[in-house]
């Protein structure tokens, strides 16, 4: 599904005096958007053709910090550039900012022009192209959980993100008049997004108090990865216009549920669901059935892609609605990967292990890299488990902590030779460079639990 404007439709607005910006965006190791303001006139008589930005874009943490180690980059080789190669296709307005428009961009190698390949949105796009040799189109949907804050991040930040009161005072989960106190914000989202090209379906209030749900109609793996970050990022900048916030952090608070980003996927062939059988049981062809079976055989070593943080596992709680069991069932949402549309053209799978904090280029990535190993070597899909997950014992967990889905990523023989071993290499690198971060650093729990105690 393309976005709202083409390059011709650019020049049209440009020289209307209807757009002035154009913001040239690559999504980081984080899934955040980096890039430049354009002056619009130049961009249509140059820089939509390509730009520039360094290198550490893809080797920094999340505070920005620029980590060292990375075999890529470093100070050692003097943090040259990349280029910024505007995928034109993505171009759209972004009608929450005045006379503005953005295009996705992909990085390529200064020198050889080649993409690189840690490049989040180059790491998917592989996994694509893998898979259409094999004849199939990748369709995914993610959902979107996320609080909103009464206060602007300012004023959280300058308070040390205490007081967090969030806009909604109880559960909304599916509440309509409940959800209208927040309605300012999320209609403005909703139609903000709908503006810049972005097919959204509906929001909704979540299970836990102040959550918000987002969903956005299903697409092909690329358009539904850049929608994603689109959407991460169109929600932070409204509700900054509307004098609030919001976090997508995968568990902001303890005694609160977690927010996630569940992971819609099938493929097609031919226009049509080749995830369908209507003669199997479920529906789910033997195609859909190799597929999930390369999803659970891999589920360990793809957690780091739907995990990143450290904070990513405190969301694995019993009874709020994370899973804890890397196993399938059928409309089941204790389960880790949940069978969906049983039965209709719709039949799908869905992946409940991400959080909202995930990279929606690499977890897909990571998930098409599993589901097609499971269909090139035709593996046979596991019995159906059914029943309260949480409590079922001897099944498959998801990883507990960062530092044992790292390992597994870094052993995992199936990444590699999907991936590479540069980037695993590389991504292995900012899972120990997160890990060794939260080991040094003394929290406020350490202060409140061993000041007076120890």
Known sequence: MPANMTFENLEAAVAAGEIDTVLTCVPDMQGR????????????????????????????????????????????TGYGDYVHKPDLATLRRVPWLPGTAMVMCDVLDHHTHEEVPHAPRTVLKRQIARARELGYEPMFATELEF?????????????????LQTVGRHNLDYAIMGTTKEEDVLRAIRNGLHGAGVPVENSKGEAEIGQEEINVRYSDALDTADNHSIV????????????????????????????????????????????????????????????VAGLLEHASEVTYFLAPYVNSYKRFCVGMFAPTKAVWSTDNRTAGYRVCGADTKGVRVECRVGGADLNPYLAMAAQLAAGLDGMERELELEPELTGDMYSAEGIREVPKTLRAAAEAMQGSEMLRAAFGDEVIDHYHHAAQWEISEQDRVVTDWDLKRGFERA
């Open 33 to 76: 958007l980096m890039g430049k303001r354009f002056h619009a006139e130049h961009f249509v008589n140059s820089a939509h053709e390509e730009t520039h930005g360094c290198n550490y874009l893809l080797a920094t943490d999340m505070d920005m910090y620029t980590v060292p180690g990375y075999k890529a980059t470093s100070w050692k």
């Open 232 to 291: 991460k990022n169109g929600c932070k900048e409204i509700a900054h216009l509307h004098g609030r916030s919001v976090t997508f952090m995968a568990k902001y608070a303890t005694d609160r549920a977690g927010s996630s980003s569940h992971v819609h996927q099938s493929l097609w062939k031919d226009g049509k669901p080749a995830f369908l059988d209507e003669s199997a049981e479920h529906g789910m062809s033997k195609i859909m059935r190799h597929y």
């Open 147 to 163: 609080f909103l804050f009464e206060r602007t991040f300012n004023e959280l930040c300058d308070d040390g993100y205490t007081n």
